[in-house]
């Protein structure tokens, strides 16, 4: 016999709690199974082993009516419900999800003749959403981990500024980002957990603000234009001298690579987002950084 499956569909991406209130019999088996994708026949996740994500729940039930809420948090869209073993009926009677998010009300427009284009910018500001935490973080679906790395930095900042107008979050983030510096003027990628799972930290909640990490030394960059950026837009010149002398670090950093005015080979693991091409020598996408 076929154990019973619902998949419910929250509409969009969340980050936060679920919550369950059912009735059942004493030690019936019910599993719950998040994912932001719906794959075969209403299986609403996909193993991941690469990711550490936490893809399901298991709940022993006692006998009668009882409400389940998970103290941790989960990300998704989708969430699949499955009983097992049961002795009698369960009855579902309530699932509701408790959304953790950033106090910031979405405040930017776009809407055009082109429907995809958008739903892009609905999509767009649905994972701003997920990336706005007491800092700005990365990869809503997986680690949670706030990066300095040029395109997760300043790319993730410019979004929080077009769908939500918030300066506040992008200062703290900027904050947390020039903590992350070394003494010699480089950083550390990211602020979070050092756990390792097949070679790339795959965490998902941040542990420590220490990570010893050294990948991305062609993006520091990122930092630099993002304090630019913020500057441009609300002329904050406080918050340009606080950030002046780790932006001079860098710089001096970058000064003892370079070669006819290129950067050439850069220590450490030199990384653009899984770019395909090479990034030895003096290559384009550094040099263009280091240039702006």
């Given at each position: 016999v076929r154990s019973p499956v619902i998949v419910l569909d929250f509409g969009r991406p969340l980050f936060g709690c679920p919550e369950m209130t059912l009735t059942a ?30 893809l399901g729940d298991r709940l022993i039930t006692r006998a009668g009516r009882q409400t389940w809420q998970l103290s941790d948090t989960r990300q998704f869209r989708y ?190 693991m030199n990384f653009m987002d899984w770019a395909s091409h090479s990034l030895r020598g003096a290559n384009l996408c550094a040099n263009a950084g280091y240039a702006a």
């Amino acid at each position: 016999v076929r154990s019973p499956v619902i998949v419910l569909d929250f509409g969009r991406p969340l980050f936060g709690c679920p919550e369950m209130t059912l009735t059942a019999p004493a030690g019936a088996v019910v599993d719950l199974f998040y994912g932001n994708e719906l794959f075969g026949e209403g299986a609403a996740a996909r193993p991941a082993p690469d990711t550490a994500m936490h893809l399901g729940d298991r709940l022993i039930t006692r006998a009668g009516r009882q409400t389940w809420q998970l103290s941790d948090t989960r990300q998704f869209r989708y969430l699949q419900i499955v009983v097992r073993a049961a002795t009698a009926p369960v009855t579902l009677e309530r699932v509701e999800f408790i959304s953790l998010e950033y106090p910031a009300e979405a405040c930017g427009a776009f809407a055009c003749a082109d429907p995809v284009l958008t739903r892009v910018w609905e999509a767009g500001v649905n994972t701003v959403c997920l990336h706005m935490e007491d800092t700005h973080v990365c990869d809503a679906t997986r680690e949670r981990r706030q990066y300095m790395a040029a395109q997760e930095l300043r790319g993730g900042l410019r979004a929080i500024y077009a769908a939500y107008g918030d300066h506040a979050l992008v200062e703290e983030t900027l904050r947390t980002t020039k903590r992350l510096q070394r003494p010699d003027g480089s950083f550390d990628i990211y602020s979070g957990s050092t756990g390792q799972a097949r070679g790339f930290p795959r965490l998902p909640y941040s542990l420590n603000s220490y990570s010893g990490f050294s990948l991305g030394t062609n993006q520091y960059w990122g930092y630099p234009l993002a304090v630019w950026d913020h500057y441009m837009r609300f002329g904050d010149h406080a918050l340009l001298a606080q950030h002046y002398p780790a932006i001079e670090r860098l710089r001096e950093f970058y000064e003892c690579f370079v070669n006819d005015g290129l950067l050439l080979n850069l220590p450490g693991m030199n990384f653009m987002d899984w770019a395909s091409h090479s990034l030895r020598g003096a290559n384009l996408c550094a040099n263009a950084g280091y240039a702006a």
